[in-house]
């Protein structure tokens, strides 16, 4: 027996059907709802959803290019399931395309920049007392995308964009269990930001990235 479609029904539905589309299956995907493996039958989801199995199909498209998603053989899709090498793979890229984001942001960034990260920092000590992991992810997400914001790089801030769900799948993946060190590890980038020396903040946002990676991967029982 194929396990249950845990997606909410789509209440607001326009001209971008396959776009809420996308985000509910990604949103579950995300949230653990749709477990990795698990086998996802286009019928069953525009169930699910109270739509068409039309832009159901472009959605789906949408998460296998994302590599949310993989294609069985005999038709159909599933949630992916990463391997270490997978996720590795992901770090790095991260971790290579936020270092030059933080070496075109840092001689952008002026006060009021640094000022909204501070504010994220300190909303991150207040969500560790409370142990609301979802949040700080968020404000993880939103402390990283505010830096992307002042490279001035817009090519490169939509492939960062682009990545989000798949980091998020990371974190989702690896359960990572130190988000306790956000307001730290997140301080250290913004104090090496105020220095104006990019090279060491190329430096700083790489180990921040890889070596939480590195650590989180080691500790998974998979391939």
């Known amino acids: 027996m194929s396990e249950a479609i845990q997606i909410l029904p789509i209440v607001e539905k326009g001209q971008n059907i396959a776009g809420f589309a ?5 949103e579950s995907i995300l949230e653990g709802k749709l477990k990795p493996g698990q086998r996802l039958r286009e019928n069953e989801i525009a169930q699910a959803l109270g739509i068409s199995r039309t832009p159901i199909r472009e959605a789906l498209r949408r998460l296998e290019s994302q590599h949310l998603l993989k294609r069985h053989l005999n038709g159909g899709h599933y949630v992916a399931i990463w391997d270490k090498k997978t996720l590795w793979e992901l770090a ?3 971790g290579n395309l936020e ?3 933080i070496s075109l942001a ?3 960034m002026n006060h009021d920049d640094y000022l909204y990260l501070e504010d994220l920092i300190e909303q991150m000590d ?3 007392k409370r142990k609301d992991y979802d949040k700080l992810i968020l404000l993880d997400s939103q402390f990283h995308h505010r830096i992307w914001s002042c490279s ?3 090519l490169l801030q939509e492939a960062l964009s682009q990545m989000t769900p798949q980091v998020h799948y990371f974190m989702m993946i690896t359960k990572q269990g130190e ?3 956000f307001p730290e590890k997140h301080q250290e980038v913004i104090d090496v930001l105020k220095q104006g020396n990019a090279a060491a903040a190329m430096e700083s946002i790489q180990k921040h990235i890889l070596e939480t990676a590195k650590h989180l991967i080691a500790q998974l029982n998979i391939d």
């Open 126 to 128: 207040r969500e560790v």
């Open 106 to 108: 840092i001689t952008r």
């Open 179 to 181: 988000e306790e060190t």
């Open 99 to 101: 270092s030059l984001a």
């Open 152 to 154: 001035g790089h817009v």
């Open 92 to 94: 790095t890229l991260r």
């Open 22 to 26: 996308y985000e509910a299956i990604c």
